[in-house]
C-alpha cells in the first residue's frame, strides 16, 4: 500500500527556517515523481512544484520559483519543503502528491498534510 | 486568480444530479483533456475522482463522471448523496510536471 507520511505541525516565527518531510513506503520512492501543493486557511489547492527522486530534477509553479525548495532523500525515501526565511503569508497546509502509477496526469496519492504556522 | 474558472458553489437535492464546472484556456483543458477531480472534505486530504477528463479510479463511485466540450469540463455527480458535500477542485496538466488548480467548488447537499 503507497503511503505518504508527513511531518508535524510547525508554529515558527517571520524570519525563521523551516523543513517539513514526507516520507514515503509502499513503492520505489526513486521512480516515482513527488510534488508539494499548498492550501492556504479557507483557500483553494495551489501546486506548488514536484521533483524526481532518482535525480533531484526539481520543477516549480512560477508562483514558488525562489520562495521554496523542493528536495529529496533516497535514503530515507523522504521528500522534504524547505524555507529559509518564513513570512506570516506562508501560514499554510502544506500536502505531499504523488501522480498516479502509470502517468502523471493526476495526483493519485496523497500525504496528511503538515500545517505550518508563522506568527510573530 | 486561477486560470481554471469554477462556480464558487453549487447545491442539489438528495437523489438528484448537479454538474459543475471548469473553465480555462489552458491546453490541458482544451487540447489535451487532461483535467483531473479531486473532493476534499473538512480537514482531510483531497481525493482523486476523476483523471483525464472521464476515467475514474479503482474504488470511485460510477455516480461520478467527468466530461469536456470545448475550453470546459464538467464533472457531473448522480445520484446525490449527503457524504457528496465537499469541495471539489478541477486540476489541469500542462506537461513537463505543472499543474494548475481551479478556485474550487462548494457543494451543498440540500
Known amino acids: ?43 483553494g489547492l495551489e501546486w506548488m512544484g514536484i521533483i524526481y527522486p532518482s535525480d533531484s530534477d526539481a520543477r516549480y509553479s512560477p508562483s514558488f520559483q525562489g520562495q521554496v525548495t523542493i528536495s529529496a532523500d533516497e535514503s530515507t525515501s523522504t521528500a522534504c519543503l524547505q524555507w529559509s526565511s518564513l513570512k506570516a503569508s506562508d501560514s499554510a497546509m502544506y500536502y505531499c502528491a504523488r501522480p498516479r502509477d502509470d502517468s502523471n496526469t493526476a495526483v493519485a496519492y496523497w500525504g496528511q498534510g503538515t500545517l505550518v504556522t508563522v506568527s510573530s | 486568480q486561477s486560470a481554471l474558472t469554477q462556480p464558487a458553489s453549487v447545491s442539489g437535492s438528495s437523489g438528484q444530479s448537479i454538474t459543475m464546472s471548469c473553465t480555462g484556456a489552458t491546453s490541458g483543458v482544451g487540447s489535451y483533456n487532461l483535467v ?30 467527468g466530461s469536456k466540450s470545448g475550453n470546459t469540463a464538467s464533472l457531473t455527480i448522480s445520484g446525490l448523496q449527503t457524504e457528496d458535500e465537499a469541495d471539489y477542485y478541477c486540476c489541469s496538466y500542462e506537461g513537463t510536471n505543472i499543474w494548475v488548480f481551479g478556485g474550487g467548488t462548494k457543494l451543498t447537499v440540500l
Do not use: D
Open chain 1, 1 to 43: 500500500e503507497v503511503q505518504l507520511v508527513q511531518s508535524g505541525a510547525e508554529v515558527k516565527k517571520p524570519g525563521e527556517s523551516l523543513k517539513i518531510s514526507c516520507q514515503v513506503s509502499g513503492y520505489s520512492f526513486s521512480s516515482y515523481w513527488i510534488g508539494w501543493v499548498r492550501q492556504m486557511p479557507g483557500k
Open chain 2, 36 to 65: 483531473s477531480w479531486y473532493q476534499q472534505h473538512p480537514g482531510k486530504a483531497p481525493k482523486l475522482m476523476i483523471y483525464e477528463g472521464t476515467k475514474r479510479p479503482s474504488g470511485v463511485s460510477n455516480r461520478f463522471s
